[in-house]
């Protein structure tokens, strides 16, 4: 008896290895195929783009001024137009920075919080851009700024 069960669970497996590779043939030689893997390369594209932009625009040098200088009822727009994507930056408030247990910057070290909202859009492509939020921790010595 369990050698008809091991020879089954065999044929089972044959079967379900040659069903499965006869899709894929069929998914790959069909148009539908095709172009699902162009509409999947072409978001991944975006994706690639709009960290690549993301990552242009943290490491700006002008970002640190940006935030410095906003006010939390006036937003900073920047770009990275090479990579086609935006950044919507809203200050949303200032705090001491939060630090371990044993350490204390309370009056010398104080930090301001950004919201950015990224934007990437390519028409080029078939698929639409994509978007993502990040936060930015700013610390500054509290003392200067006063």
């Known amino acids: 008896m369990k050698t008809q069960q091991g020879i089954t669970l065999f044929i089972v497996i044959i079967i379900l290895v040659v069903v ?6 069929v ?8 172009n699902a893997i162009g509409l999947t390369q072409e978001r991944l594209a975006n994706e690639q783009e709009l ?17 410095m200088a906003m006010t939390e009822e006036q937003g900073v727009n920047m770009n990275a ?4 994507t935006s950044a919507n930056i ?37 698929v639409q851009g994509g978007s993502m ?5 700013q610390p500054f010595l509290a003392a200067q700024n006063k």
């Open 20 to 25: 499965t590779s006869l899709a894929a043939a």
């Open 27 to 34: 998914i790959t030689e069909t148009r539908l195929g095709k």
């Open 51 to 67: 960290l690549a932009g993301v990552e242009q625009i943290i490491n700006d040098a002008e970002l640190i001024n940006n935030i």
């Open 81 to 84: 137009g090479e990579f086609n």
């Open 90 to 126: 809203h200050l949303r408030g200032e705090a001491y920075c939060k630090r371990t247990a044993n350490a204390s910057s309370i009056n010398l070290i104080n930090c301001r919080y950004a919201r950015i909202d990224f934007t990437q859009v390519n028409a080029q492509r078939r």
């Open 133 to 137: 939020t990040s936060g930015i921790e």
